[in-house]
């Protein structure tokens, strides 16, 4: 009996896709595009954020040194920074090694250089932060009383940078939930209106299945089903679109920017986990949109 | 069986469908319900279905009383009612057999019986030779005695055939209602509806006379 009313419910689901035509193509399209702009949303600020940190943990606070540091001076300053609880590592780039980096950064330009009498470039301590320490707050914290230490010039730092690179982020974040969320509520709408057809083709087999005694539930789970898959297609298709563009751009970027982009961990797809969130949701919206639909247009 | 006391029933604005009807059916009877078009039958058959309520009065039917059925009791009452639709209600996008095996699921019958059974009732009423034709190929005679053979997959207690001989000539007409006194041999109380006095008079049982929705006449 069990198995008899899973057949019913999987022929009943069966002739709904085929009666509904364009109306399950539209339901099962608008999920597929409501996930895919939400997926691609979540993607990029997924992969933003990958990015962002790790930039944040290769970046080094840099001190600028006035000239005419003594020795000592320095052995102190260095002391001074040693006992900073944020700094990792401190190395020390002296004012010919800071000449010399820099001219090996410009290569074939050198020419540039030669009318150069006096070094104008200044020595620096050059800080790596431990990870707890690598928020905006800490770092701008860091800075200042950096800066009034003695015989320092100037302290500079990727506050700005980071802190754009994470507002922005947010930004998107919000962005792609509210399109998200406008596009799933329409969905939800367009699926409600593809069941509700069902209801109205299938309105006589409904009126006599109701009239010999079919419970409520009887009638309205292989609508309410159907509704749950196309949600739930809808989004599983977005997931496959998704990725496909995903490697595309992948792709893409590799063969154009092989630096800096060739590293396996810089591209990351959503985990499994969101994965089936989507899904879920996508399936959940569905069911929700026929349950409204089959309630509205069903009396028992 | 079926008991109705002082029961009425008006449709928006103001159509009198009922009014003040009260009657009842013994266990096993035939009955007619007669009367002319618009007199009222369908409206007393789907009252007793609870396909509807009445706006004032009670109705009992097989000693339940249906007005204040629960909406989860109300699927397995329905069950035990067998109905013979005045318009058939046939699915033409299925065959005959499959419209009988929806109702068959419907009824939680299990597919290795209803088979069984669909065949039986089928040769009952002379048509599994056209079990897999869909039912607009069938003659209106053939399509009443497909929706007589599907009321009768619940083995109802009680069976309501509205208009069952709608417009079939005198000769079928007498067919159908035999079958349906054959039915009635078997223990299933049957109240027929229909507009049509000779029928009444020919089959020589109990009827009910519907005018203006008012009982006026009970035969004999
Ligand atoms: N759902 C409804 N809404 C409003 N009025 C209705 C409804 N159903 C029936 N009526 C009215 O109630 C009256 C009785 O109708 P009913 O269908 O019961 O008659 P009947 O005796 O079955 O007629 P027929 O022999 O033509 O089938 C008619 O005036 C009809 O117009
Ligand atoms: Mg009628």
């Known amino acids: 009996m069990l198995w008899e009313r899973f057949q019913h419910l999987l022929s009943e689901m069966l002739i709904n896709f085929r009666r ?22 979540l993607l ?3 992969n933003l954020s990958i990015a962002v940190a790790q930039w944040a943990e290769d970046f080094q606070v840099v001190v600028f040194l006035h000239d005419g540091n003594t020795p000592d001076k320095l052995t102190l300053l260095r002391k001074r920074l040693d006992k900073e609880l944020a700094v990792r590592e401190v190395t020390y780039v002296s004012k010919s090694q800071a000449l010399a980096d820099f001219r090996k950064q410009l290569r074939d330009q050198e020419s540039l250089l030669e009318g150069l009498k006096d070094n104008p470039l200044p020595a620096s301590f050059q800080l790596r932060i431990h990870k707890k320490y690598q928020t905006a707050d800490a770092l701008r914290q860091l800075a200042a009383s950096l800066k009034r230490v003695e015989g320092v010039e100037d302290v500079l730092y990727g506050q700005e940078w980071i802190e754009r690179l994470t507002g ?5 974040k919000i962005l792609g939930i509210v399109i998200g969320g406008v596009l799933g509520v329409t969905s939800l709408f367009i699926v409600a209106n593809t069941i509700r057809l069902a209801v109205y083709a299938r309105a006589e087999e409904i009126e006599i299945m109701r009239l010999v005694g079919a419970t409520r539930a009887y009638i309205q789970l292989p609508l309410i089903l159907e509704g749950t ?26 063969t154009s920017a092989p630096t800096i982009f060739s590293e396996p961990e810089m591209g990351q797809f959503l985990e499994a986990g969101y994965q089936m969130i989507m899904v879920g949701v996508g399936a959940l919206l569905g069911g929700v949109g026929s349950l409204v639909a089959v309630r509205r247009f069903l009396r028992i | 069986m079926i008991q109705m006391f002082q029961v009425s029933k008006v449709y928006p604005k103001h159509v009198e469908a009922l009014l003040d009807i009260t009657l009842h ?4 009877e035939f009955v007619f319900l007669c009367g002319p078009s618009g007199a009222g039958k369908t409206t007393l058959l789907r009252l007793m ?8 009065g009670q109705i009992l039917v097989n000693g339940r009383n249906v007005i204040r059925l629960r909406e989860n009791k109300l699927p397995p009452f329905r069950r035990t009612l067998g109905v013979i639709f005045q318009d058939f209600k046939l699915l033409m996008d299925r065959t005959v057999y ?19 059974k669909i065949g039986r009732l089928l040769t009952e009423v002379g048509l599994l030779q056209k079990a897999h ?3 607009y190929m069938l003659s209106g005679g053939e399509q009443q005695r497909v929706a007589i053979a599907r009321a009768l997959l619940s083995d109802p207690t009680i069976l309501l055939a509205d208009e069952p001989t709608g417009n079939l000539d005198p000769d079928l007409a007498l067919d159908i209602m035999r079958l349906l006194a054959d039915v009635n041999v078997r223990g299933t109380t049957v109240v027929v509806a229909t507009h049509n006095p000779r029928l009444v008079s020919e089959m020589g049982r109990r009827a009910l006379i519907l005018k203006h929705g008012r009982l006026v006449e009970e035969i004999p």
Not at chain 1, 36 to 41: K, S
Not at chain 1, 168 to 172: G, L, Y
Not at chain 2, 50 to 55: K, Q
Not at chain 2, 98 to 104: K, Y
């Open chain 1, 20 to 41: 509904g035509g364009w109306g399950v193509v539209a339901s099962i399209g608008a999920f597929t595009v409501a996930f895919l702009v939400t997926g691609i949303f």
């Open chain 1, 44 to 46: 990029l600020t997924l």
């Open chain 1, 168 to 172: 922005i982020i947010q930004v998107m």
């Open chain 1, 229 to 254: 898959l196309q949600g739930g297609a809808g989004a599983a298709l977005a997931l496959g679109i998704l990725y496909a563009l995903y490697r595309a751009t992948l792709w893409q970027l590799g």
């Open chain 2, 25 to 28: 059916v013994q266990k096993g």
């Open chain 2, 49 to 56: 279905l609870r396909d509807d309520i009445p706006t004032s």
């Open chain 2, 98 to 116: 499959d419209n009988l095996h929806l109702v068959a699921r419907v009824l939680g019958i299990p597919d290795t019986i209803s088979r069984r």
């Open chain 2, 133 to 135: 034709q869909i039912p």
